[in-house]
């Protein structure tokens, strides 16, 4: 359950579904942040640092860090739905550990409880300079499944 | 304690420190959010809608939501300290009560509580379409005092 | 949405199925928490103090303090769901705001948005010593409908 | 970070006065819960289940497996500092993920970042029944380290 967990890939149909589930995130692009690994259960966002983040302490804004956990901590539960379902993060509680700094972040969803109608998502945020790594952000997730329209 | 609760307006020197804080917010501006009301305890962030600003279900991304929210609760924060003090907004909860849409959003932050070392706010975020105004988000949000470096 | 919220009576069926649920906690008797307000939306625990709730700092250990807070939230979000439908309360989150002391605690459970299938309550312990009222607990409840086994 | 992680052991006076400040928490011996393992920055608790613990859904109530996850995670988080400073855990979050049930449940409190001023536990609660082990609830605690008075 931490960064260092192994976590099983997805088949080719479910990451396009996801892919393009993730474009038409409007926000992410406006902030930069890009899909990077699609597994089972496991998302990872990653979001490079940039003027336009910063929040009035100089580091990258809280609201920044949020967005991208929030976000890969959703997709995460996406991956363990067909594709006539959907998920939708409805609540979450998040720590920031450290000042959101680094070349970039990289938000990490992993679900730890896939219910029928109720998930739970970790979410992890570590900022990342070269080999320097450390966690920025921890938090929680519940998600409730729904239909498609 | 909500929306309609009373409030009592800053100083003039206050509301100046509060706003120049609010202007190296370089992520506040990116998204297109402005601080509207200062008063004791209280401010309101106002975040017109806009495609920049969506998620993939096509209503205003939760991470942006969340975003103003937490701005607003750590503003209203610093209201209530010194001009040698800072106030740092360390973790939340918050729960999405109806998609975030409407002409803007306006986010307001009450402090409940205010210690010495650990304040908290309530968050509130409200969906407005003209006369039409409803809760898309509430949350809670604990913060710390911080003598400015 | 304080304490000082005006609020609905409900019918004389609905207190009776309320207050039956309510017997059916044993933690509640062994805590020596009792049912006091029933309203539409609104729910009021009392716990008298006692040797038997204290933490290691000597107040009322937060563990006896979310206990009746979290029995508050989904009771009063049992109110407004029919005889046939349940509620779960299946994550919260809650500060504590000053130390929880008194000659007893009132706990308020108020549901802030009510779902067809999610709703929100919201959380607040008062300590009580004659007059003197304060606030030492505030969080926020999510609560599941679900159909009577 | 899960149940199964590697830890290291605390000195003998360590875990002398860890065990004491236990010792002083009425409600835990009022529910019947016991400290288990003492190990650095973290804490098992274990709560045998019972009829006084009932919720009206006939499981132990969340009331109960809470004050455990918060217990486990202060003391984890006091076995981090000196024997002149204690932590005060003044807010958390929990889901409950199943119902709590087995012979008894384990609570499990593992610090995730030990900070000078705040730190933050993660609680893990676990239904044991013989070799059957399942996770009823999962949340993230904060903590302030404060002088001992």
Redesign the interface.
Known sequence: ??DASPYEPVDADVEERIRK??E????????GARLELVAQGRVHVVLPGG????????HI????T???A??AGEFAALTLVGPRD?V???????????PAEGDHLEAIGTV??A?R??S?SRLEVFGVDGSRRR?VA???Q?L?RVAVP
Not at 24 to 31: K, S, V
Not at 51 to 58: A, K, R, V, W
């Open positions: 359950m931490n589930s993730y038409r995130q409007a926000l992410m692009r406006h902030l003027e336009h983040l910063t929040g009035h302490h100089g804004h809280p609201g920044a949020s967005a991208v929030d976000t959907d939708v993060g409805f609540e979450y509680k998040i720590n920031f550990t450290a730890i409880r219910g109608t109720l739970v966690l921890t938090g929680q519940t409730l």
